[in-house]
């Protein structure tokens, strides 16, 4: 462990909003924070720092963040506060005009954190905001959470290559990208060590994983479906043009795979569908469901 000596013994409390993905990446750094000599602060008491990792899906979802963050500022009112996350990349001079911000990354630098906690403690840097253009947003970390004991969160992929027309995740998150299928695969049997009998797979467009690795989704599933362990796995939503016919066959006739299929359904209308650039239309949902209930008839489909 390399403990930070000015940072060693302060207390962090996080506050996370919208997707599993962020529960995953805030794990993962306050995972990151303890290691380095920093304590998650106990519940109802004031803590030294404050993480907020934000959404950003909607209006609606940057106003819920702002309460958020005026919240946490209220309930920490001596904290150090530090908003990461979706907003964070999209909109950072509008959450550090927020008086009672005093740190706001990037998509990037979200997962370097812990350096600039160290660097604003320790030289009182005047950066309020720091982010990257979404175009060099290249970084990724493997992440993984834990809903219960038993049911863990692990993010297999980030980012997205569809530029849907109303959708800013791939601004926020930047271009596809994920681990090896070796590595994702050894952090799954992390999760097992640890307790995991459900692990749910996530991430912002989970059937395009391997674009950046040159292996595919269905790869990984096999490779996560062949470890000897008592544990279940499931798919979390996965966009209807990348769920394959050899996908749905095999988790048919998996051993761990549950028959769980979150397919999303913008519209049931094929030019609204063309409007909004999503790349299915509403005969391929219906084809996916069709073929899922042949092969799974009580198989779950949301």
């Keep these: 462990m390399n403990f930070h000596h000015s940072l060693y013994g302060k207390t962090v409390a996080t506050c996370t909003l919208g997707c599993k993905l962020n529960f995953s990446e805030t794990s993962y750094l306050l995972k990151k924070l303890t290691e380095n000599g920093l304590k998650k602060a106990k519940t109802g008491k004031a803590a030294d720092i404050c993480v907020i990792n934000t959404c950003s899906v909607t209006d609606t979802a940057d106003k819920k963040c702002r309460q958020a963050i005026r919240k946490m500022i209220e309930k920490h009112p001596n904290a150090f506060v530090v908003v990461i996350g979706c907003y964070a990349q999209l909109k950072p001079k509008e959450i550090a005009d927020i008086e009672g911000v005093n740190l706001v990354l990037g998509t990037n630098e979200k997962f370097r954190l812990l350096d600039y906690l160290q660097k604003h ?3 009182d840097t005047q950066n309020k905001y720091i982010t990257t253009q979404v175009a060099k ?11 219960d004991r038993t049911r ?5 992929q980030d980012g997205c290559n569809y530029y849907c027309t109303y959708c800013t995740i791939p601004f926020a998150r ?8 070796a590595e994702t695969t050894e952090a799954a049997r992390d999760a097992i060590a640890q307790g995991a009998k459900e692990i749910v797979l996530s991430g912002v467009n989970i059937g395009d994983f391997g674009r950046s690795t040159n292996e ?3 790869d990984l599933i096999q490779s996560l479906d062949a470890i000897d362990a008592d544990v279940r796995y499931r798919i979390s939503s996965i966009e209807p043009d990348l769920l394959t016919d050899e996908m749905i066959h095999f988790v048919a006739n998996s051993k761990h795979f549950a028959p769980h299929f979150h397919l999303p359904l913008q519209s049931g209308c094929d030019e609204v569908l063309k409007l909004m650039k999503r790349r299915y239309t509403c005969q391929l949902f219906a084809d996916k469901v069709s073929r899922i209930k042949s092969l799974m008839p009580n198989a779950f489909i949301g």
């Design 152 to 156: 863990f969160f692990l993010k297999i």
């Design 216 to 218: 595919t989704f269905f």
């Design 137 to 147: 947003i290249c970084e990724y970390h493997l992440a993984c959470s834990a809903d």
């Design 121 to 123: 403690f320790c030289e």
């Design 174 to 181: 930047g271009r596809s990208r994920n681990a090896s299928i």
